[in-house]
């Protein structure tokens, strides 16, 4: 087989299902001069990857694999940790434990991943017959091939004879086997995994992040088997795109953070930051609703509240003045009011079972937007570049560019028309005079773009909230998995 019949058995059979990714994550775009075979062998013999978003309240995991993908499926939500407290759902775990948590839910479901030859983590959890070791575990198959769990307890290497643990709750016991009716289980531990070093981490500067990555490493232990990478989420980010060069802003929790990374190398220094987060916005729905009816929307519904930003609200095309200002005077913008059913647990407050969600659906977004809270997502972005440009990090086309590739990640990047929003607002900014150099290095105020998620085949790959994540295994799952 030719070089480039490889070539296209490589793109049609590896993860992600998107040629500008594969090549991405590849370093290449042309199937002459690499071999193509030898790539897809090395997807597919390599160890799948941990890649871990950590968060600030949930934290994002999942298994990539170079062939499979991602253990859940394109489309679908990877696993989350969460760390915040609500009012139906404690923490999973500290904050500084998240990390021997995670490692501790995968060692379990590995554990039911080696029994089930169908389970997408069936070949993460199966290790080489070389893995066999005191202390680990395996599946056992009796003399009428039944499959159990073991755990190894001690073994003559030389005899080819291992005692056993038998961890089925029916059969529990001592055996004593041979090696060959052992099939080794591989742990957490075992595996690479890729961790992406939270925004506000990377934008503090080198002493915040020396401490934030000795604790990282603390919870995973010197001897851990596995190799640790720990990178930037920002970085993940633009990976996602098939880039590195952009300027990326994630909508946290607790601030807003715009991070430059020109070529391939983030700009800490340059960073901006506003105090304006997804939480507040959460705040927001709360005091609309509670005001709206104070008898019974309180902080009791704070989860509510958030689910309902979530879910309903979206942000609406720009305007002259205050928004709040022209609602008061009857511009509705077209807002359709929908019914919200209460939860269970606030039922009793009222007779009724929903509640109306009018001109809040808009009025939460548009917190991003307004200056008066200090500064709006458009001007950091705007100010971001510029602050690039007076640095002298990069060149007037580099600047073009990062202006060419915005990204938008964070719970709060769903919002649908937050894109376009941005674009429109970044250009009028970038018509006032403070800009002039900056606008200097484009063809026009329109040369902005705001990037759309990523794009498979079939529609969008993965949502913003989850798109550091996804682009983390993007690189992770390359033939040479992370640095390739």
């Not at 304006?276 to 902080?299: E, K, N, W, Y």
């Not at 689910?307 to 003045?321: A, F, I, M, R, T």
Request: aromatic share 6%; with cysteine.
């Amino acid at each position: 087989m030719d070089a480039e019949l490889w070539f296209h058995l490589f793109m049609r059979t590896c993860w992600p299902p998107s040629g500008a990714l594969l090549a991405f994550a590849e370093g290449t775009t042309t199937p002459v001069g690499i071999d193509w075979r030898a790539r897809l062998q090395a997807r597919s013999a390599a160890c799948p990857t941990i890649v871990v978003d950590v968060g600030r309240g949930y934290t994002k995991y999942t298994v990539a694999d170079g062939i499979q993908g991602r253990w859940e499926l394109d489309g679908c939500s990877p696993q989350l940790v969460q760390l915040c407290s609500s009012p139906t759902h404690p923490p999973d775990c500290e904050r500084n434990d998240q990390l021997r948590y995670i490692q501790y839910m995968l060692n379990r479901e590995f554990l039911q991943a080696a029994l089930n030859p169908s389970h997408r983590l069936h070949k993460a959890a199966m290790a080489p017959q070389n893995g066999l070791k005191q202390g680990g575990y395996a599946v056992y198959r009796d003399e009428h091939d039944n499959a159990k769990p073991v755990k190894v307890r001690e073994g003559d290497e030389a005899a080819g004879q291992w005692s056993v643990e038998v961890l089925q709750s029916s059969e529990r016991g001592i055996l004593s086997v041979k090696s060959e009716s052992l099939e080794p289980i591989r742990m957490a531990q075992d595996l690479p995994i890729l961790i992406g070093e939270p925004f506000v981490i990377t934008a503090a500067g080198s002493g915040e992040k020396a401490a934030w990555e000795q604790n990282i490493r603390s919870q995973l232990g010197n001897d851990r088997p596995g190799a640790v990478q720990v990178v930037s989420q920002a970085q993940m980010a633009l990976w996602a795109h098939g880039v590195d060069h952009g300027i990326v802003v994630n909508i946290g929790q607790g601030q807003t953070v715009a991070l430059p990374v020109v070529k391939g190398e983030v700009l800490s220094q340059c960073a901006l930051s506003s105090s304006i987060g997804s939480g507040d916005l959460t705040q927001v729905m709360v005091s609309l609703m509670s005001r709206r009816h104070p008898a019974i929307v309180d902080s009791s519904l704070m989860t509510w509240c958030r689910d309902l930003k979530e879910n309903y609200c979206y942000v609406s095309p720009p305007g002259h003045g205050c928004m709040r200002s022209r609602l008061a005077a009857g511009d509705d913008y077209g807002i359709r009011p929908v019914e919200v059913e209460l939860p269970e647990y606030a039922s009793a407050r009222t007779e009724e079972n929903t509640l109306e969600l009018a001109e809040e659906r808009v009025l939460v977004p548009e917190v991003l937007f307004e200056s008066n809270r200090g500064l709006g997502l458009p001007g950091l972005i705007v100010r971001c570049a510029d602050a690039v440009l007076a640095s002298g990090k990069s060149s007037e086309e580099g600047v073009r560019e990062l202006l060419r590739q915005v990204v938008l990640v964070g719970g709060a990047a769903d919002f649908p028309g937050i894109r376009p929003r941005v674009e429109y607002e970044m250009r009028s900014l970038l018509q006032s005079s403070q800009f002039e150099r900056l606008l200097g290095c484009l063809s026009s105020a329109e040369d902005v773009f705001v990037l759309n998620p990523p794009l498979g085949e079939t529609g969008p790959l993965v949502t913003p909230r989850f798109v550091p994540l996804f682009g983390g295994c993007v690189r992770a799952a390359s033939s040479k998995g992370y640095g390739a």
